[in-house]
């Protein structure tokens, strides 16, 4: 480290682990709750969750979750997803906007997180302005 920069010293302290934690032991839970559009019938979960099965990336590679991350189905319309390794919820959002548009379901559904590490579908808010130009 003698001859680096500046920008690399500091660089290279920000990705030191805190005093007492091993490096790489990263555990995250992330939830996807499309129990909403699986309850109206538009929304199969099961073809959600093996889509995320085939699309997610590991080290550059598709197909290639081993132990690191587990896909499950949690009960009417929820999926977990518990990685071993970095992980970021921005991918997750972005792989079920994909899945959404695959299926055609972008125009109706969203992807909105309610809170740090949850998911979740909603129908978009429609107002029904045909209906309230004919009560004038």
Same mark, same amino acid.
């Given at each position: 480290m003698a001859g680096a920069t500046k920008t690399q010293r500091t660089s290279a302290l920000r990705h030191a682990p !805190?005093? %007492?934690?091993? !490096?790489?032991?990263?555990? /995250?839970?992330?939830?996807?709750?499309?129990s909403q559009p699986a309850s109206d019938k538009i929304f199969d979960v099961s073809a959600f969750e093996k889509f995320? $099965?085939? /699309?997610i990336k590991v080290d550059n590679r598709v197909g290639n979750l081993g132990d690191t991350i587990q896909i499950s189905q949690q009960g009417e %319309? @929820? &999926? #977990?997803? &518990?990685? $071993?390794?970095? +992980?970021? %919820? =921005?991918?997750? @959002?972005?792989?079920? @906007?994909k899945f959404l548009k /695959?299926?055609?379901l972008r125009d109706w559904? =969203?992807?909105?997180?309610?809170?740090? %590490?949850?998911?979740e579908? =909603?129908? +978009?808010?429609v107002v029904n302005?045909?209906? #309230? #130009?004919d009560d004038e």
């Open positions: !805190p005093k %007492g934690q091993k !490096p790489g032991k990263i555990t /995250k839970k992330f939830i996807i709750n499309a995320l $099965h085939d /699309k %319309g @929820k &999926i #977990e997803v &518990i990685a $071993h390794t970095q +992980f970021s %919820g =921005r991918y997750l @959002k972005y792989l079920t @906007k /695959k299926q055609q559904l =969203r992807v909105v997180s309610t809170s740090q %590490g949850i998911y579908l =909603r129908f +978009f808010n302005d045909a209906d #309230e #130009e």
